[in-house]
């Protein structure tokens, strides 16, 4: 006997153990369609528009169709207290939704709108709509604080809905715009509403306990009426009814109850109805038992049909079976017979003082699950497999709740067991694992990262550069911050930018030439693999279209009057050589002004095309011929000529007497100040503060020059500086084609190289390549030229932990790490500037303007 009442226990315990209610809002947390597409743009509705461009269906969060101004905006925000405005999204069927999230309208950095603040309504049927509020009563939700950044925020309680209006609130009249998502899961149940009494208040050795339906979202007269609350929000009770699941909530919030006292008959009737006519196996009602407080399960249930206008006359009656003796709060099956129905109306009758419920759940054969993530769409299939949502409703068989509870745990053991297993493996693999595997780990996690730096056009390319490339952006090892959206599809929205558009249609790789009329890549920071091309057409054609119509003034050179000096090293398209050009002065005319030019021959930088170049290469290397030709800066290194009419074929650049920046202060060191007349004394190898900020001050104007016309350089650094007499300084870009130079790039399998130690984070982990990551390089420059070029920045950290420096400033928890201060590095410049070229968020970084200017007053 006592065995069998051993085993009846157990069987209780697994059976309560197994019964859920409909939803778990902790794992019902799906995204239903706005972000990924599912929701189709005619389900995206809205109150009005600003124009097509901020039309409903590009309120979608962190999606870009690649049209439109990337958010809802409505036409005339309203008034405070109008609440007019919407943003409405038809999910075709009842969803449980736990999560929203909003954004605001980033339209490619030119958009600053965003609702700080907003309201949401919600439908089960399109004609009666609920204002959501929280436990509290609190109806405002807070929103965005900035236009890209994604706000999430549970809604406590949960609501079940059709449909869903956001609508913005703010205090003056003013323009906002949104993005939004929905999160959850589909509504199986298909209950649309509840009606039951009002719940009553005990007094409870002096403490007063509310039972009533404090989340109600229907009719609240002296019986509530078609709504839903706490008996469907997926939150089932403590043991004890005065604790809460909810912090600071009343004694008896989890729980609807009511008193026998006012219910002659001895039950309590609450009706339920349906979406459909429905087949009904069973019901589940959560209820409180703790009996030495007066409250007990009820001891019978009696359940009325409807599927037309009358009620059925013959119910299902239901008495548990045996009085448990536990006082723990417990969900009691009612089984329903598998009667049809589109109402339900249940007399609950009293089996003490008071009765609590918290928590029903139906079970039908017409709720079938929907292994879909999405919402369901009409005229989709839907799919009932088992096991595939933590929403799905399990079959009341006594039997089939047995054997579900020993798969479960015999597929836990298993799963515990190969988890354990696969560590030990893993560890000893870790151990033998040698720094050169650690190396190639990194190197195979970054090559995705390559093509940031190379670009690989395809071989139906046209003559005009207009043929489609490779598109490929950085692995993200981080997450992606907010305000980071594809190059390819931001600036071909910007009619300003228009001439860029070519460039940048790559994505986020990176090209040394041009990718466009008006958007190259200045520097020459890569190596690339050109595409093989069985055609050798004449580069004649190819010549006659790139130069018509252009105002390019450049000269053929003879190349006979070229003489080699030294091979600087290989380029992005060939060799660079330093090279004396005899009469290059007297070619070029008394008009133009070079560097060394009362000197016969000139020093001069000649970049060569290699000879086994195909036609997309030579079209490359006479675009970048055409848009340096166009450059016209005292601080930036000239073209001077072009040698096309033969191969190999080669452009003509400066190349001042002193070398580039960094040897140049390699060779110097800091002048002490004595004070006197000794402070304005320099030895042949010594240089003052004062000075090393003019060479800062003119790289500055020249890529306040570059900057005006939106060019980024993506390689800056002092190798990539040459220093001409009278310390003039001009930008170029040969750094990394020489040999000297190896080691300040980062180097992935041979195929590209990065610049990691100038580089901003969000190029490194994002690809994203701005004038703000200039400015981010033109700080570590500036850092360069007042430590005389003595150490490599970050010289105390390895490639790798340089990278991962990167990835602190992204998780941005203080834990990055900066360049030191230089020691002749006045306060104003470390603090107010070099520090600022390093902020976290680009916007806030300074200008080169603003750059230009500061260090031009602190000379």
Same mark, same amino acid.
């Given at each position: 006997?006592?065995?069998?009442?051993?085993?009846? @226990?157990?069987?209780?315990?697994?059976?309560?153990?197994?019964?859920?209610? +409909?939803?778990?809002?902790?794992? @019902?947390?799906?995204?239903?369609?706005?972000?990924?597409? +599912?929701?189709?743009?005619?389900?995206?509705?809205?109150?009005?528009?600003?124009?097509?461009?901020?039309?409903?269906?590009?309120? #979608?969060?962190?999606?870009?169709? %690649?049209?439109?101004?990337?958010?809802?905006?409505?036409?005339?925000?309203?008034?405070?207290?109008?609440?007019?405005?919407?943003?409405? *999204?038809?999910?075709?069927?009842?969803?449980?939704?736990?999560?929203? /999230?909003?954004? /605001?309208?980033?339209?490619?950095?030119?958009?600053?709108?965003?609702? +700080?603040?907003?309201?949401?309504?919600?439908?089960?049927?399109?004609?009666?709509?609920?204002?959501?509020?929280?436990?509290?009563?609190? +109806? *405002?939700?807070?929103?965005?604080?900035?236009?890209?950044?994604?706000?999430?925020?549970?809604?406590?309680?949960?609501? *079940?809905?059709?449909?869903? &209006?956001?609508?913005?609130?703010?205090?003056?009249?003013?323009?906002?715009?949104?993005?939004?998502?929905?999160?959850? @899961?589909?509504?199986?149940?298909?209950? *649309?509403?509840?009606?039951?009494?009002?719940?009553?208040?005990?007094?409870? #050795?002096?403490?007063?306990?509310?039972?009533?339906?404090?989340?109600?979202?229907?009719?609240?007269?002296? &019986?509530?009426?078609?709504?839903?609350?706490?008996?469907?929000? %997926?939150?089932?009770?403590?043991?004890?009814?005065?604790?809460?699941?909810?912090?600071?909530?009343?004694?008896?919030?989890?729980?609807?109850?009511?008193?026998?006292?006012?219910?002659?008959?001895?039950?309590?009737?609450?009706?339920?109805?349906?979406?459909?006519?429905?087949?009904?196996?069973?019901?589940?009602?959560?209820?409180?038992?703790?009996?030495? &407080?007066?409250? #007990?399960?009820? &001891?019978?249930?009696? @359940?009325?049909?409807?599927?037309?206008?009358?009620?059925?006359?013959?119910?299902?009656?239901?008495?548990?079976?045996?009085?448990?003796?536990?006082?723990?709060?417990?969900?009691v099956t009612v089984p329903l017979g598998d009667r049809t129905a589109s109402s339900i109306k249940c007399r609950f009758h009293f089996g003490d003082q008071w009765l609590l419920f918290s928590e029903v759940a139906f079970q039908s054969g017409s709720a079938v699950y929907n292994t879909s993530l999405g919402p369901h769409k009409q005229g989709q299939p839907k799919k009932s497999l088992l096991g595939e949502d933590p929403t799905h409703k399990v079959d009341d068989s006594n039997t089939k709740i047995l054997i579900g509870c020993l798969v479960a745990i015999i597929a836990i053991l298993l799963t515990v067991i190969v988890i354990i297993l696969w560590r030990q493996v893993w560890q000893k693999m870790l151990e033998k694992a040698s720094r050169r595997w650690l190396d190639d780990e990194l190197t195979a996690r970054l090559a995705a990262q390559t093509q940031a730096f190379s670009f690989l056009r395809s071989s139906q390319s046209s003559e005009d550069g207009s043929g489609s490339g490779s598109i490929s952006t950085y692995e993200r090892i981080y997450p992606a911050c907010a305000d980071y959206q594809e190059p390819s599809r931001l600036i071909r929205k910007l009619p300003e930018f228009a001439e860029c558009a070519e460039h940048l249609k790559s994505g986020t790789s990176s090209r040394a030439g041009v990718g466009s009329d008006g958007a190259p890549h200045y520097a020459e920071a890569d190596i690339i693999s050109l595409q093989e091309s069985s055609d050798s057409g004449s580069i004649t054609a190819v010549n006659m279209n790139l130069f018509a119509g252009s105002d390019l003034t450049l000269r053929e050179f003879p190349k006979e009057k070229l003489t080699f000096k030294e091979k600087l090293g290989e380029g992005q398209f060939g060799e660079v050589h330093l090279c004396e050009a005899e009469d290059m002065q007297d070619f070029l005319g008394e008009d133009t002004l070079t560097e060394g030019s009362s000197e016969s021959p000139l020093l001069v930088a000649v970049k060569m095309l290699r000879e086994d170049a195909n036609n997309n290469a030579r079209n490359d290397f006479l675009k970048e011929i055409r848009i340096m030709s166009r450059l016209r800066d005292p601080n930036i290194v000239r073209l001077l000529a072009v040698c096309v009419d033969t191969d190999p074929l080669c452009m003509i650049t400066e190349y001042m007497e002193n070398g580039d920046l960094n040897q140049f202060l390699c060779s110097l060191r800091l002048k002490t100040l004595t004070g006197g007349e000794a402070d304005q004394q320099e030895g042949s190898d010594e240089v003052s503060s004062v000075k090393l900020l003019g060479m800062a001050v003119q790289v500055a104007s020249g890529m306040k020059y570059l900057s005006s016309l939106n060019f980024v350089h993506r390689d800056l650094a002092t190798r990539n500086c040459l220093v001409g007499k009278n310390d003039t300084i001009k930008i170029a870009d040969f750094g990394m084609s020489r040999n000297l130079y190896r080691g300040d790039y980062f180097r992935i399998q041979g195929r590209a190289v990065l610049p990691i130690r100038w580089m901003s984070w969000e190029s490194i982990l994002l690809g994203k390549f701005t004038m703000a990551s200039d400015v981010w390089a033109f700080g570590v420059t500036l850092w360069e030229i007042l430590t005389l070029c003595k150490e490599q920045p970050y010289s105390h950290l390895s490639d790798e932990q340089v990278i991962e420096n990167t990835g602190e400033f992204f998780r941005n928890q203080g834990k990055q790490v900066y360049l030191p201060q230089p020691q002749c590095c006045p306060d104003r410049i470390y603090v107010d500037l070099m520090l600022s070229c390093w902020r976290r968020n680009a916007k806030e970084r300074p200008s080169f303007q603003e750059i230009h200017a500061q260090l031009t007053e602190s000379r």
């Open positions: 006997m006592a065995v069998k009442l051993n085993l009846c @226990c157990v069987f209780f315990i697994l059976t309560a153990a197994t019964v859920k209610p +409909q939803v778990n809002p902790e794992t @019902c947390r799906y995204p239903l369609g706005m972000t990924g597409g +599912q929701i189709q743009d005619e389900d995206i509705s809205a109150s009005s528009q600003w124009s097509e461009s901020t039309a409903a269906r590009f309120g #979608r969060l962190d999606f870009d169709t %690649g049209d439109g101004d990337g958010a809802w905006c409505p036409d005339i925000m309203s008034e405070p207290g109008g609440f007019k405005e919407y943003l409405q *999204v038809d999910l075709r069927s009842l969803h449980f939704i736990t999560l929203v /999230g909003t954004q /605001g309208r980033h339209a490619d950095g030119m958009g600053n709108e965003f609702a +700080q603040r907003y309201r949401i309504k919600y439908s089960r049927d399109g004609g009666s709509w609920m204002g959501w509020h929280d436990r509290m009563g609190n +109806q *405002v939700v807070e929103g965005n604080k900035n236009t890209y950044d994604v706000v999430l925020k549970d809604l406590e309680p949960p609501i *079940v809905a059709r449909f869903v &209006r956001f609508m913005p609130v703010t205090d003056p009249s003013s323009i906002v715009c949104m993005r939004v998502e929905l999160y959850g @899961c589909e509504w199986l149940d298909g209950l *649309v509403s509840y009606s039951i009494p009002d719940g009553h208040q005990m007094i409870y #050795r002096g403490l007063d306990v509310f039972f009533n339906d404090s989340v109600y979202d229907g009719a609240t007269a002296q &019986r509530l009426t078609k709504g839903l609350g706490q008996l469907t929000d %997926g939150a089932w009770g403590l043991d004890d009814f005065l604790h809460s699941h909810v912090p600071g909530a009343w004694p008896g919030y989890d729980y609807v109850g009511w008193s026998n006292k006012t219910f002659p008959k001895g039950y309590v009737e609450v009706v339920f109805d349906f979406d459909h006519i429905r087949n009904f196996t069973s019901m589940k009602v959560h209820c409180s038992n703790m009996f030495s &407080r007066g409250v #007990r399960l009820f &001891r019978q249930a009696t @359940c009325f049909f409807r599927s037309e206008s009358e009620w059925e006359p013959d119910p299902m009656t239901f008495r548990p079976s045996a009085e448990p003796l536990s006082q723990s709060g417990r969900f």
